[in-house]
């Protein structure tokens, strides 16, 4: 599985982006995919996440009310739409596809990332 993040850039308190994050590979054994963050100093966090089977979404609380995760279908592609962007959104998003794959024993769980996309907002 390969995942690949575009869709960042500069932006204004207030403004809009949308990332794209585009699976290719065994995408049939996708579980979900998550956008996460990381800040300059600080953890990698879960911004959203949406499961496959069900199109079932979690989203951050400081993402609440401002950002939607989806997905298309056709395209193998998950979005992230962020509005009302805050300067303290600022930081490297990254896609994330959490793999299940059922063997006799059980179950095994990989996670593939992207190389991130930077999302700078300016006050």
């Known amino acids: 599985v390969q995942v690949v993040e575009s869709g960042g850039g500069l932006v204004q308190a207030g403004g809009s982006l949308r990332l794209s994050c585009v699976a290719s590979?065994?995408?049939?054994?996708?579980?979900?995919i998550g956008w996460y963050r990381q800040a300059p100093g600080k953890e990698r966090e879960l911004v959203a996440s949406?499961?496959?089977?069900?199109?079932?979404?979690n989203y951050a609380d400081s993402a609440k009310g401002r950002f939607t995760i989806s997905r298309d279908n056709a395209e193998n592609t998950v979005y992230l739409q962020m509005n009302s962007l805050k300067p303290e959104d600022t930081a490297v998003y990254y896609c994330?596809?959490?793999?299940?794959?059922?063997?006799?024993?059980?179950?095994?769980?990989?996670?593939?990332w992207g190389q991130g996309t930077q999302v700078t907002v300016s006050s």
């Open positions: 590979g065994s995408i049939s054994n996708i579980n979900s």
């Open positions: 994330n596809a959490h793999v299940i794959v059922y063997i006799i024993e059980g179950k095994s769980e990989f996670d593939y």
């Open positions: 949406i499961l496959l089977e069900n199109r079932r979404t």
